[in-house]
């Protein structure tokens, strides 16, 4: 949700920013804009993406040592050009980016309205710098002062950074809610700031990740030094990056979906090494070690996530029940917090999140701490805010996920997930040895299988150029592969814009059955399951009312083929693990549709990777 970076030193400013904001693209694409300091304030913004910015800079000045860049998921006016960032005061010296929403703007652009302030734009953003210039017209004090005396009076999240034509040597930013990472760069007083880790990596592997209330200033001449919003002085904390620059590309793939959908046997591997002995039997999470024993006694599980990572919860509550036989209960989110839940202190809340960033998902665990529960997280960005708010947690090693549409991050939490329920079922003696000890070393062949089912990938594109046309799909699954449907469905209407419902294969006689013609595409998980049988007189029933079958199954069963379209075989598995594989080929059909549909794949319309506001 909005890409934020900065550059502060003696390089040219312009092509940091450019290529930072190429970077933090996925995070919001609606318009781009930069702000750079050189003598003038020069500030260049336009609707659209980083490169309709480039074409519109041509020519222009774009020398400066200073600058700031946005790319923007509109919240607050639409899309144009003027609602673009970087915002400036009225006196045009103040120039600010922010990602967030101040929740009081409209209280406080009443009052800059009557102290003689006009606005350009439809956004809170604006009213920020308005306020920023208000409050330094009074005091006539440093830029870092007056930020922080203007945002004691926001209500709202923010990730911010400013800058200041009469103060030529400073960068201030600041966070609520909304992530920021500083860079320190190899050049003495050299400074790199953005929303994520992603536009530093090339530059510096020395980082500082700002914490709530705090405001940094970055300065040409005295370096970085932060200070609460209450003016208390903290010790910046330099962490290593672990992230590296080929992660960040290609890779030789048309798009990141595709490369990231190529990389799970690798992604899931890399998430268990350490963790599980297949031979020995073990499963180790040494994020968890401090709270383990919370996680043992824990009476009841609940699991918090948005979009994907909410599927992934949901397979979670299969495994944790059916392995180690706890109650779970699976929460969106943004629901959870609205609607006063039962939280108890012997209950151990798991949030899920592939960025670590999500708004709700925060919010969420916040007031499940408050009430006194014990927080695990399973987040992908190292360093993220949910990995820093919660108790405990392991990370997914899926390394960084670019495509908005997210597929080996639900792949690797699966993982996470799966380890913690066999743990938890281990310890709980919820299991006899043998079934233990089979799943964890099928856990271990599951790299092996994945390679294996992408070899589907012809199959499927031949089939997704058959229904590329279609208006709506529906998607079937029982069982653990209920929420591989709902998964599946969700990937097409991402990236396709076709209208795809997921929906457990038995419940469609309550509704969806109305739907099905002749047009109809109908994708069935019907891989090897107690449920097996019936999931194939479910397709009786879409046959018999001539709705096109696409079956995924795992071995050659002529009734299937029968009936089917179109079979898609993949491994076979133990049913707790088959989310991992038959999600695979769900993810290739919407991946082709949407290529064939000439969507932008890696950064579908109206989404953003990171969901930063409620
Ligand atoms: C956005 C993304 C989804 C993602 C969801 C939750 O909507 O477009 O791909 O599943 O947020 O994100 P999280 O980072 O918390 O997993």
């Given at each position: 949700m909005c890409g934020i970076v900065g550059y502060i030193g003696q390089k040219e400013a312009f092509p940091i920013l450019i290529k930072g904001l190429q970077r933090l693209e996925y995070r919001g694409y609606d318009s781009a804009g930069v702000a750079l300091l050189n003598g003038d304030l020069n500030i260049y913004k336009c609707k659209g993406k980083v490169n309709d910015l480039l074409a519109h800079t041509d020519g222009k000045k774009l020398c400066?040592?200073?600058g700031i860049g946005h790319t923007r998921w509109a919240t607050h006016g639409e899309p144009n050009d003027i609602n673009a960032h970087p915002h400036t005061s009225s006196d045009g010296k103040l120039a600010i980016i922010h990602n967030g929403i101040i929740e009081n703007y409209a209280v406080l652009?009443?009052?800059?309205?009557?102290?003689?302030h006009t606005f350009e734009s439809d956004t809170d953003t604006e009213v920020l710098v308005h306020l920023i210039e208000e409050v330094r017209k009074k005091g006539g004090m440093p830029l870092e002062e007056a930020v922080r005396t203007a945002l004691q009076q926001v209500v709202g999240a923010y990730a911010i950074v400013v800058m200041s034509n009469d103060e030529q040597r400073k960068l201030v930013a600041a966070r609520k809610s909304s992530p920021l990472v500083i860079g320190i760069g190899k050049e003495e007083n050299e400074f790199f700031i953005a929303s994520d880790a992603t536009p530093i990596v090339e530059h510096t592997r020395e980082v500082v990740y700002l914490n709530d209330h705090e405001i940094a200033?970055?300065?040409?001449?005295s370096g970085l030094s932060i200070r609460t919003i209450e003016n208390k002085e903290k010790t910046p904390f330099v962490q290593a990056l672990e992230m590296n620059l080929e992660m960040l590309e290609k890779g030789g793939f048309?798009?990141?979906?595709?490369k990231e959908i190529n990389e799970q046997a690798r992604s899931i591997s890399d998430s268990m090494r350490g963790r599980l002995d297949?031979?020995?039997g073990t499963v180790r999470l040494g994020g968890l070690s401090e709270h383990q024993q919370k996680f043992f006694q824990a009476k009841r599980i609940?699991?918090?996530?948005?979009?994907?990572?909410w599927h992934a919860g949901m397979v979670g509550e299969y495994l944790f029940e059916d392995f180690a036989r706890i109650p779970v209960e699976v929460e969106y989110a943004s629901e959870f917090r609205y609607r006063n839940p039962i939280i108890n202190e012997d209950d151990v809340v798991i949030a899920i999140s592939q960025s670590g960033e999500t708004a709700d998902t925060l919010a969420a665990i916040r007031?499940?701490?408050e009430k006194g529960a014990t927080i695990l997280g399973i987040c992908n960005v190292v360093g993220s805010s949910i990995s820093r708010e919660t108790d405990a947690g392991a990370y997914t090693h899926a390394g960084p996920e670019i495509g908005v549409a997210s597929t080996k991050a639900f792949t690797a939490q699966l993982t996470i997930l799966s380890l913690m329920a066999l743990m938890l079922a281990k310890h709980k003696g919820t299991m006899s040895r043998s079934r233990y000890m089979k799943l964890v070393q099928e856990l271990d062949r599951i790299p092996e299988k994945i390679t294996a089912a992408l070899k589907c990938e012809e199959q499927v594109e031949y089939i997704s150029g058959e229904y590329k046309d279609a208006s709506n799909f529906l998607y079937l699954g029982r069982g653990y592969n209920f929420p591989v449907a709902l998964e599946g469905a969700l990937k097409l209407k991402e990236i396709s814009y076709i209208h795809a419902e997921g929906y457990p294969a038995a419940e469609m006689k309550h509704g969806p059955i109305a739907l099905i013609d002749e047009e109809m595409p109908v994708v069935v998980l019907a891989t090897k399951s107690s449920t097996y049988e019936k999931v194939l007189s479910g397709i009786q029933e879409v046959k018999a009312r001539k709705g096109k079958i696409i079956a995924i199954a795992n071995e050659k069963d002529p009734e299937l083929e029968r009936l089917s379209d179109h079979v898609i075989y993949i491994p076979e598995t133990e049913e707790p693990f088959a989310p991992m594989l038959s999600v695979v080929p769900l993810q290739l059909l919407a991946y082709h549709?949407?290529?064939?549909?000439?969507?932008?794949?890696?950064?579908?319309?109206n989404l953003a990777k990171s969901v930063t506001v409620e």
């Open positions: 400066g040592n200073i652009k009443e009052e800059l309205i009557k102290r003689g200033l970055m300065d040409k001449e048309d798009h990141f979906m595709l297949a031979a020995l609940i699991i918090v996530a948005c979009g994907t990572s007031l499940a701490k549709i949407a290529v064939m549909r000439e969507c932008n794949v890696d950064q579908p319309r």
